[in-house]
């Protein structure tokens, strides 16, 4: 069972989702729903995790309206809309669930875009790149694991861990820079969060429009910039 946020809705379905839909019911929820195609990505995402579908309700916080409309909205699929959480313990757990499973297919990404590439400092551009793309491509995602989900405080050390593997793929990139001697960077591990981590501000200004109007359409060449001046002003 999958949450949601823009509709606040979870979903655990059995064919709605998988090919079976009209366009009747396609165009009642766009009706019901204004970002169709979001709530389309996150019933994808759902696929992975649920054998079967139905909609729920997980926030008591909801306003009528907003109940109404999940009901609606369930109505239409055929199914019911309940508050029971059936496969995860709460919305954080599935969240994070989704997370790690997103972040192997970032980390699957980087290391193909790299594999071919010898010259450390090349590398490690090459990754930036391969990162800043990723979230483009992905926006919803990037932003869920970048900025929604948190590490649970009582996670073991090596659960812990498989949160950072983008981060250590990094600092490795970063030492063995540090080996041949093409960065003036010292401190890999602290050096490599502030690099992902500025570099996702510039993504996440673009995204959220945040950026000067003049870049919204320009997220490749806004980033450039920050790349460019990693690679002049960081590496040698």
């Not at 948190?150 to 250590?168: C, G, K, P």
């Amino acid at each position: 069972m999958v949450r949601c946020r823009r509709c606040n809705t979870r979903t655990t379905n059995s064919d709605i989702y998988k090919g079976k839909s009209s366009g009747r019911f396609e165009s009642q929820l766009k009706e019901l729903y204004k970002d169709f195609d979001g709530l389309q990505e996150f019933a994808r995402l759902a696929k992975r995790y649920v054998p079967k579908v139905t909609l729920s309700i997980v926030d008591h916080d909801l306003t009528p309206e907003e109940i109404e409309t999940c009901r609606s909205i369930a109505e239409k699929c055929g199914v019911t809309a309940t508050t029971i959480y059936r496969y995860y313990k709460d919305k954080e757990d599935l969240f994070r669930k989704i997370s790690l499973d997103n972040l192997e297919r970032l980390n699957f990404f980087l290391e193909k875009r790299v594999s071919k590439i010898d010259n450390p400092k090349e590398k490690l551009i090459a990754a930036l790149k391969a990162f800043r793309d990723w979230c483009f491509e992905n926006p919803r995602t990037a932003q869920l694991f970048m900025g929604k989900i948190s590490v649970d405080d009582n996670a073991s050390e090596a659960e812990i861990e498989s949160f950072y593997t983008s981060q250590r793929f990094g600092q490795k990139l970063l030492e063995n820079c540090l080996k041949n001697n093409s960065v003036t960077l010292t401190d890999t591990k602290c050096h490599t969060d502030l690099i992902i981590f500025s570099l996702w501000g510039c993504i996440e200004s673009v995204l959220l429009k945040r950026s000067d109007p003049e870049y919204w359409s320009k997220g490749i060449e806004f980033t450039d910039q920050f790349i460019d001046v990693v690679s002049t002003r960081w590496l040698v």
